[in-house]
């Protein structure tokens, strides 16, 4: 006999229909709906954004290609250099030769970088890999190398458009999206130093967004990868080794942890750690192992003696706007004052070791207050601050981001509001070791403000604190590398794209919505910028002619410093409180 089940009608008279449910309120519905709209865009939606963000990034090459044949600074011969460094001398040469002063000093993977740049080089123009032919630069010399600026910032625009389409940034709206795009790509500070000064930090920033693209993807293996790359490229990123490396063992700790028993696997958590391991290895062995086994060891002490130069100095020629900036500026007073005052400044002075100069000496015994591009760096009166000091205080600056990725508290919420929570917390982690690396760093230079300030561009969406914090870095970090592109000509454009630049992000980021108090500080601070600008450009050579050439560096130097603590202090309390 067969059983048939009828099935469950939709009608009052069914016994086991369960109670009807009440319908969703149209703001429930509403907000759902968003939600789910937010998760997972429409294709039509990504495909509008993959569009504009490959038309802004080919319109951005004709716009690039019009600096050409503008000033350009030393280090366009200094990479030329590389070129033909890399090119006509044997791989166990690069690090030894010093025919010209602008040595190769930068990590494995850069210069492997320079050797495929000139093998086209040589293909375009065989005397720009010429190593005897010091400060080369015919047109074709020229174009070459601006192309390959242009290109290499290919990496930038993908890794811009990488952030913008990954999980974490689902949450936020296409236009939003688009808004972080425009503001990345169109870096006015990135534009002057790459494209009018002349260096590749494009390519550089791409690969760390690209970094930062794997965090809120989960793909900490690769992040391991990628890190390691930017650090065997350019070693100032090794700044944040100890923020990436506690981030990546938070994470396998996170994962090791297993679902029934919530107890640590110790073999998962090996295994995690050894495939991270595995990648850093790797980078490793293709960075240093092709020296080494053509080179011997003798390879590895003469790359760490070029790769930091320690006799350098405290500053740089041009005074970075960070502590040191301040540092430096305090003993040029206090040293004029004991030269102003000297009966009462020589007992105190005598009583300091290292102030005996400052004491006994007159102006013109004063050692010098920067040592330009070589040399060691000697202060006047306060104590002299060594490279051990300056590791010593950026790990410590360093070490609040570290400890609130250690404290990370695991998913309570969905899991894409949870990827942008991790993101966004990685981020600000990321911001305050780069300011701490750069407000503390020795002997740092103003572009080592530009991973902070890319870094901070991604976080816009975030609160109001997030847009002021990226407004000041963006005036005080364009305002800090006015002094590396000098003359009349390029006095304006590199005034139109900072003001063309920041108008532009106003907009975007609506900032006239912000608190009247915050617009305000926001608008004195850009005044006292400008005015700055106005008096070291154009009123410095009026009111002393030839006289005292160095007070428009140092006022632009501590004027910004000043800003940037502000922007230091605001990142540590956003890290803090999120």
Not at 418 to 432: C, E, G, H, P, T
Not at 449 to 472: G, I, N, Y
Not at 500 to 515: E, G, I, T
Not at 525 to 540: F, P, Q, R, S
Request: charged share 15%; net charge positive; aromatic share 10%.
């Amino acid at each position: 006999m067969k059983t048939t089940v009828a099935p469950v009608r939709d009608d009052a008279k069914s016994p086991r229909r369960p109670p009807p449910k009440a319908p969703p309120s149209p703001s429930t519905a509403a907000a759902a709906a968003a939600a789910a709209a937010a998760a997972s865009p429409s294709p039509s939606v990504l495909s509008q954004v993959q569009i504009i963000c490959f038309l802004v990034g080919l319109c951005l090459v004709p716009f690039k290609a019009l600096f050409m044949f503008m000033y350009r600074s030393t280090d366009f011969e200094v990479h030329r250099n590389w070129l033909a460094i890399t090119y006509s001398l044997p791989l166990t040469r690069w690090y030894f030769e010093d025919r010209s002063e602008w040595t190769l000093d930068y990590p494995p993977f850069f210069a492997y970088f320079e050797w495929a740049l000139a093998q086209a080089a040589h293909a375009v123009d065989p005397a720009i890999v010429d190593i005897d032919n010091l400060n080369y630069g015919s047109v074709s010399c020229v174009a070459f190398q601006r192309c390959s600026v242009i290109a290499a910032d290919a990496l930038l625009v993908y890794g811009a458009y990488r952030c913008i389409s990954g999980p974490a940034a689902q949450l936020l709206s296409p236009s939003t999206r688009l808004t972080i795009f425009l503001l990345v790509v169109l870096n006015a500070g990135l534009l002057l130093v790459d494209h009018v000064h002349f260096q590749y930090n494009g390519a550089l920033l791409g690969l760390l967004l690209l970094c930062a693209d794997c965090v809120q993807r989960g793909q900490d293996s690769r992040l391991a990868l990628y890190f390691s790359a930017l650090v065997l490229a350019k070693h100032l990123f090794a700044t944040l080794a100890p923020v990436v490396g506690v981030y990546l063992l938070r994470r396998a700790l996170d994962r090791s942890v297993l679902s029934r028993t919530r107890r640590l696997s110790l073999p998962h958590l090996a295994t995690i750690l050894a495939s991270h391991a595995a990648a850093v290895v790797v980078c490793l062995g293709a960075a240093f192992g092709p020296f080494v086994a053509l080179g011997g060891v003798e390879q590895l002490r003469q790359m760490l003696t070029r790769l930091f130069p320690f006799a350098r100095g405290l500053v740089h020629a041009y005074w970075a706007p960070n502590c040191w900036a301040l540092y430096c500026a305090a003993d040029k007073l206090l040293a004029l004052l004991a030269l102003r005052f000297p009966e009462a400044a020589q007992p105190l002075l005598r009583a300091l070791p290292w102030a005996a100069a400052a004491a006994d000496g007159s102006a013109a015994d004063l050692p010098p207050s920067t040592s330009g591009l070589v040399g060691d760096f000697a202060l006047h009166v306060l104590p002299r601050v060594t490279a051990t000091h300056c590791l010593l205080l950026v790990l410590l600056a360093s070490a609040p981001a570290a400890v609130r990725l250690l404290r990370v508290q695991p998913a309570t919420a969905s899991k894409p509001r949870w990827q942008r929570q991790q993101f966004v917390l990685a981020l600000r982690a990321l911001v305050y070791a780069s300011l701490s690396s750069f407000m503390l760093g020795y002997h740092v230079h103003e572009k080592a403000l530009l991973p902070a300030w890319l870094l901070q561009t991604l976080l816009v969406a975030e609160s109001t604190s997030d847009r002021v914090v990226f407004c000041l870095l963006s005036a005080t970090g364009s305002v800090a590398l006015f002094p590396l592109i000098p003359g009349p000509f390029e006095w304006c454009v590199k005034v139109a794209l900072t003001v063309a630049f920041h108008q532009l992000a106003w907009y975007l980021l609506d900032m006239r919505r912000v608190p009247l108090p915050t617009q305000r500080g926001l608008t004195a601070c850009y005044a006292m910028l400008a005015l700055l600008v106005l008096y070291t450009d154009v009123l410095h050579r009026e009111v002393f002619d030839d006289r005292l050439p160095f007070l428009p560096l140092l006022l632009t130097s501590s004027v910004c410093a000043l800003v940037l603590l502000t922007c230091w202090a605001m990142a540590l309390g956003l890290l803090l409180a999120d």
